[in-house]
């Protein structure tokens, strides 16, 4: 869609491009009235499809906005909730001899025992931990499956 | 006044309770009905959770897992259609989708902190 103007004249004419069939075909709308008026109907349907394109583009944001905003609602409680449960059961444990092993199990120190000694009594001990650990991953699987079935 | 009146000061300083109102205005804030039937609900699941004589660490993890659950159910429960009803694009349903599996998960650790605790540090016999 363009005025072209022509080698040995100064009259400008009309011009508009469209695929069709994959090809492109050029239709000529000459330089009068007719060509005016399509050039006008041509830039106002372009300017409605970058109307329509933005406000599109506009409300796909607003919808992320939202969605974006209600995700924070419900999950924001969480973190603060997590954070003070953490610390309050690391200092309920602490306080009853248990220490975290490497971020993982808690285990509790027993007098006369280094923590990186191995000995049977020790691989005993990491053993019971890992039947426990499991005993916890059941129990919490059940209570799970339990509260979510309500 | 306060002192006179320690009701108030429990209800509004019960930030938990706020923020399960908070959590279930995201998504159905115009649903009275389904909102105090999940406040309730909440504080059931709590109650029942912690069972007779918590502690108040029990307390405080049986609250985590019954906030958690609330998150968990808010997540399925809403919807993500456009503002036209239609399906939306499959980066945004991803993008859900991986939000409740956060909520997931976190709900699973509460259950396990609260097992553990109660592995670990059994109650005093009363």
Sequence with gaps: MAWETRKGTKRQYYTRSRRVNGQVQREYLGCGELARLSAEIDTSARESQVNLRRIAAQQRLREQEQREAIYAAILAPLDALDVLCRAAMRRELNAAGYHQHRWGEWRKQRGGISKGAVTNSSAHHQARSDENSMDDNRAASAAGTCLHGR | ?126
């Design chain 2, 1 to 126: 006044m306060l002192d006179a009146h320690p009701e108030v000061v429990q209800a509004e300083g019960d930030l938990a309770h706020l923020a399960h109102i908070t959590m279930i205005a995201a998504v159905a804030s115009s649903d009275i009905v389904l909102s105090e039937v999940l406040i309730r609900r909440v504080v059931q699941m709590q109650t029942e959770l912690e069972g007779p004589h918590p502690t108040a660490l029990e307390s405080l993890l049986c609250e985590r897992i019954a906030t958690c659950w609330l998150a968990v159910y808010l997540l399925d429960a809403a919807s993500i259609e456009t503002a036209n009803g239609e399906r939306p694009p499959e980066n945004i349903i991803e993008q859900h989708e991986r939000m409740k599996q956060k909520a997931h998960k976190r709900y699973i650790e509460a259950c396990l902190a609260l097992a553990k605790v109660r592995r670990l540090l059994p109650r005093p016999r009363r």
